[in-house]
């Protein structure tokens, strides 16, 4: 599981969030971000495959970046969200 890390956030306080990208243009965008130094970024519960794409994400960089879902209206939504990694 990912954990929000404070002195991530605190590098650059900035949260990027991604919205409706597929897993490849997710990943490409969310790697020029990293590169960049910011570490906080939010995929919305509304894009597709959003489970799979923070599965990816949590794979990839949960000990670099915080990774957190937004958009997250149901019960359901936070249990996909939290399974996931996020």
């Not at 970024?41 to 957190?68: D, F, H, Q, W």
């Amino acid at each position: 599981m990912n954990q929000f890390s404070e002195t991530l956030f605190q590098e650059i306080p900035v949260v990027g969030i991604l919205r409706g990208y597929t897993i490849e243009k997710t990943l490409n965008i969310v790697e020029a971000y990293y590169q960049r130094g910011f570490r906080t970024i939010e995929v919305t519960m509304n894009t597709p495959k959003v489970e799979t794409i923070i599965k990816a994400l949590v794979k990839k960089y949960s000990t670099r970046l915080n990774i957190g879902v937004g958009t997250v209206c149901k019960d359901k939504d936070l249990e996909i969200a939290l399974k996931a990694g996020a």
